[in-house]
């Protein structure tokens, strides 16, 4: 078989797969449509709010706030609109529009000044926040919140169908890919495909449905359910995202209503159609380039690939035809020409909605070569520091200092320190993925807090001030900029069901730290990790939704790891913050003073200090080793198998190790061996059915009636 035609097979291969495996996308099936005659309305009409952002719309803002207000919607409808820093009279422009539709259009039309862009925010993003919490002072009673953009003008009578779909059908987001403008040469060449393209990605027949688990949404318009935005912690949680649609139909789809699985839907809808056009190729361009990159994860191999991916299944099959002179292989050119008109056939549907002619079709291998080159061009401005420039913005840095997670604040003092160096594994594969954004959200508010407790150079007072200030935002008392991260971990927490007090109990110890210097005994410093330490696992069985009997075991465990964290550092902890967690009456008891810790080597009684805490960590693991098969999870409990086992082993070098004279870790190819080793065994041991048998659980202790908001 020649070379030749090995492509060519592959290539067909792969448009087999695109046209009877990938949902039926080419077909643009999915449309809104009108009412099917006899459906029933609903029985009362919700109340919506519109929420625009705006930012240099003067030209084409008037005719979508006009079609937003002339909505022939049965129920109350309020519009928002975010004038975004415009510089062209973009509000006035609002304003005067709805003032031509007389004056109830008028008073239901609310335009607001968005604050100055924060650290971390996307401007879209920002600006729809802002809009959101205008429109919950507005209209508190609003069931549903339609986000649409201020260059989209829709039909009168859409919002009633929106509505009436996303209630009929109990849907958590309804949303419409909007008729784009095609009237240039490169529209008509660009535009249909880039409809085509996105159907590929994000096949909608699979959104609609939940086994694919497939999101995605068009941000042109989306109809939200708001008790589904509350639970999936609003746009805090996606603030970075330059693909903001996408990331918000993923968040809703994981969180959107309890227990996960948010039901989406996302249409055609060529009755609403995009007031903005692009006259020549660099407008497309522009749009492509800010996102493309960004949709690759910003990943040069996935950049790679999809480049690889696009020749093999869009240039290859025409260039082996217009090649056929060099190869010569009349079987490879005639399979290209074969897989070259299926390809053309598929673009078919998105043609006649944009009115085109069939002979379109042909150009696809074009515009999917533009559109490489374009996704190209994102990747090399983002390595640039230009990435994400869209209307005088660059907000590729937004992005990497946000993430779509918790971005630092003025409150917080970084440490430097990440989950990278801490002694147990945090988020590590073993995680599910889909609980991985909720795990981060909590890292990122216990790693922002513990570096304030634990920063030489604040006073106390300013310690608590700031710890305080975080833990009102995780209470829900405080929702500003500067306790961002804070914020995004309650909504994170409440999305996944998992009580707040998880976090909120952490605070508690570290403001204990910021004051209290010296441990008493061995139960003062136990209570100590009960605030500092527990809080962790706990949090971990809750977002598995594992059985509480499960916490005592979890509980000794976590202790366990505090101690051994605090021994590990004892010497750095007192000359760095005068602080000491052995127990102050086991060193009295040894004639041991606190500046022992100063000394290079640790002298005879402080060793026998050392050694009575490594005991009690010792009864404390005892207690934890029925906790990997107690669990129901098998990923958790090759976990917490992994972690006890890495603390056996740090309890053994620090047994024979001396933390004075030496940092007494476990190197990273000793935690994978051990981890590894553990979390194989766990999992062996489980299929085959040898658990060991477990005792008995004792109660969780009395604090365990947990609050949740």
Same mark, same amino acid.
Not at 104 to 125: D, H, I, M, Q, T
Not at 572 to 594: M, S
Not at 684 to 700: H, I, Q, S
């Given at each position: 078989m020649s070379w030749a035609l090995s492509l060519a097979l592959l290539s067909l291969a792969i448009w087999c797969v695109l046209l009877f495996a990938r949902g039926g996308f080419w077909r643009l099936a999915e449309r809104l449509g009108p009412a099917p005659a006899g459906a029933a309305e609903p029985a009362a009409w919700p109340a919506v709010a519109a929420v625009v952002p705006a930012r240099n719309e003067a030209d084409v803002v008037g005719e979508a706030v006009r079609s937003l207000l002339t909505q022939d919607y049965p129920g109350e409808l309020r519009v928002v609109l975010v004038d975004d820093h415009s510089e062209d009279g973009t509000a006035t422009a609002a304003r005067a529009a709805a003032a031509e539709l007389g004056?109830?259009?008028?008073?239901?039309?609310?335009?607001?000044?968005?604050?100055?862009?924060?650290?971390?925010?996307?401007?879209?993003?920002?600006a729809q926040h802002q809009g959101l919490q205008a429109a919950r002072a507005l209209a508190p009673e609003a069931a549903w919140l339609w986000l649409t953009d201020a260059d989209v003008a829709h039909p009168p009578g859409l919002l009633a169908r929106l509505v009436a779909k996303g209630e009929a059908e109990d849907r958590d987001l309804v949303s419409l890919m909007v008729r784009l403008r095609c009237r240039t040469f490169w529209e008509r060449l660009l535009i249909p495909p880039f409809v085509y393209f996105f159907a590929k990605l994000f096949p909608f027949a699979w959104i609609a449905g939940n086994r694919f688990g497939t999101s995605g949404a068009a941000g042109g318009c989306m109809l939200v359910r708001r008790r589904a935005l509350a639970n999936a912690g609003g746009l805090a949680p996606i603030r970075a995202a330059l693909i903001d649609d996408c990331s918000l139909a993923r968040r809703l789809r994981r969180y959107g209503r309890p227990g996960g699985a948010g039901r989406l839907w996302l249409g055609h809808g060529p009755e609403s159609v995009s007031l903005r056009g692009y006259d020549d190729l660099g407008g497309i361009w522009r749009m492509v380039r800010r996102s493309a990159y960004e949709q690759l994860r910003r990943s040069p191999w996935l950049l790679a690939g999809t480049l690889v991916g696009m020749v093999l299944t869009y240039l290859m099959p025409p260039g082996l035809v217009l090649a056929y002179p060099w190869h010569g292989d009349a079987a490879a050119a005639l399979i290209g020409l074969l897989t070259w008109g299926a390809m053309a056939a598929s673009l078919q549907p998105?043609?006649?909605?944009?009115?085109?002619?069939?002979?379109?079709?042909?150009?696809?291998?074009? +515009? %999917?070569?533009?559109?490489?080159?374009?996704?190209?061009? @994102? =990747? *090399?401005?983002?390595?640039? /520091?230009? $990435?994400?420039?869209?209307?005088?913005?660059?907000?590729?840095? +937004? %992005?990497?200092?946000?993430?779509?997670?918790?971005?630092? @604040? =003025? *409150?917080?003092?970084?440490? /430097?320190? $990440?989950?990278?160096?801490?002694?147990?594994p945090v988020g590590s594969l073993l995680i599910e993925k889909r609980l991985r954004p909720t795990l981060m959200a909590y890292y990122a508010i216990a790693r922002a807090t513990d570096d304030i407790a634990d920063n030489p150079d604040?006073?106390?007072?300013?310690?608590?001030?700031?710890?305080?200030?975080?833990?009102?935002?995780?209470?829900?008392?405080?929702?500003?900029?500067?306790?961002?991260?804070?914020?995004?971990?309650?909504?994170?927490?409440?999305?996944?069901?998992?009580p707040v007090e998880h976090a909120w109990r952490l605070q508690e110890a570290f403001k204990r730290d910021a004051v209290k210097l010296r441990y008493d005994d061995w139960d003062d410093l136990m209570a100590y990790c009960a605030d500092s330490a527990n809080p962790v696992g706990r949090f971990l069985l809750d977002l598995h939704k594992e059985d509480r009997a499960g916490f005592p075991a979890s509980d000794a465990l976590c202790s366990a790891l505090q101690v051994i964290n605090h021994l590990q550092d004892c010497q750095?902890?007192?000359?760095?913050?005068?602080?000491?967690?052995?127990?102050?009456?086991?060193?009295?008891?040894?004639?041991?003073?606190?500046e022992d810790l100063e000394a290079p080597r640790a002298g005879p009684g402080l060793r026998r200090v050392l050694d009575r805490c490594l005991a009690g960590v010792d009864r404390l693991l005892a207690e934890a080793r029925p906790l990997p098969w107690r669990l129901r999870s098998t990923r958790m409990a090759m976990e917490s198998a992994a972690i006890l086992r890495l603390a056996e082993v740090l309890t053994a070098e620090l047994k024979t190790r001396d933390p004075l004279a030496e940092r007494v870790v476990l190197s990273k190819p000793a935690m994978a061996w051990h981890g590894g080793t553990a979390a194989l065994a766990?999992?062996?041991?489980?299929?085959?059915?040898?658990?060991?048998?477990?005792?008995?659980?004792?109660?969780?202790?009395?604090?365990?009636e947990e609050r949740a908001a």
């Open positions: 004056e109830p259009a008028a008073e239901r039309l609310c335009v607001v000044a968005a604050a100055e862009l924060p650290a971390g925010w996307a401007g879209k993003l920002w998105a043609l006649r909605l944009y009115g085109l002619a069939w002979t379109w079709g042909a150009l696809l291998p074009l +515009a %999917a070569l533009l559109y490489s080159l374009m996704t190209l061009d @994102s =990747g *090399l401005a983002h390595w640039r /520091g230009r $990435g994400g420039a869209w209307k005088g913005r660059h907000q590729a840095a +937004a %992005a990497d200092a946000g993430g779509g997670g918790a971005g630092g @604040s =003025g *409150l917080e003092t970084p440490s /430097g320190k $990440g989950s990278g160096d801490e002694n147990f604040l006073a106390p007072a300013d310690k608590i001030a700031r710890l305080e200030r975080f833990q009102a935002a995780l209470e829900g008392r405080v929702e500003a900029p500067d306790v961002a991260t804070g914020v995004a971990a309650r909504r994170a927490l409440l999305a996944a069901g998992v750095k902890d007192y000359r760095q913050l005068d602080r000491v967690y052995l127990p102050g009456d086991w060193l009295a008891a040894e004639g041991v003073a606190v766990c999992l062996l041991r489980r299929g085959l059915g040898l658990a060991p048998a477990v005792p008995a659980p004792r109660p969780a202790d009395g604090g365990e």
